[in-house]
């Protein structure tokens, strides 16, 4: 279970990713310093992808009207951060929705006109359907944990840019 105040998921922020990313060099250059120039040019090329990634996320998100999106379970906090956009959470940190938290979110969806309610694979969607059909709105998987970190975070990206310039 996680804390209130506590997000565990660090890695959806690609400025996060890169400091881990570096630590991971870090640690592979002083394990194996013979290749430690191979693990440069990996890091290099991974950092420039990440930067022109968020260089891309920030090009995109800036021409939103509205900056607001929900997620059942509150997985997004440090990418909404990156990009000055909203996160509101179905559920309260990391537990199940209660019926006041959900018309909360009823109640928010509906004062910032959000129609897309984004849900993890990994978490029942029945919270988010609920939702979805009070606010007359659609529910959309959004993996966080699916394996090629760049391929993902891209398609984070799109989905998330997609919906919230429909709203």
């Keep these: 279970e996680h804390q209130h105040a506590y997000d565990p998921h660090i890695w959806l922020s690609l400025v996060n990713a890169e400091i881990m990313v570096t630590n991971i060099y870090n640690g592979l250059a002083t394990a194996d310093p013979a290749n430690q120039n191979y693990y440069r040019q990996n890091l290099e090329q991974y950092i420039g992808k990440l930067n022109e990634m968020h260089n891309a996320f920030q090009e995109g998100f800036a021409h939103l009207d509205n900056r607001v999106f929900i997620m059942q379970h509150p997985s997004m906090g440090y990418f909404a951060n990156d990009y000055n956009l909203t996160q509101i959470a179905a559920e309260e940190g990391g537990s199940d929705a209660t019926i006041q938290s959900m ?16 849900v993890s694979p990994q978490f029942p969607a029945s919270v988010a359907e609920a939702v979805s059909q009070e606010i007359k709105g659609i529910v959309e998987p959004l993996d966080s944990l699916a394996g090629n970190y760049i391929e993902n975070m891209n398609h984070i990206f799109d989905i998330m840019h997609e919906a919230m310039r429909g709203q």
């Design 103 to 118: 018309v909360r979110t009823i109640e928010q969806a509906k004062q910032n006109n959000v129609k897309v309610i984004f």
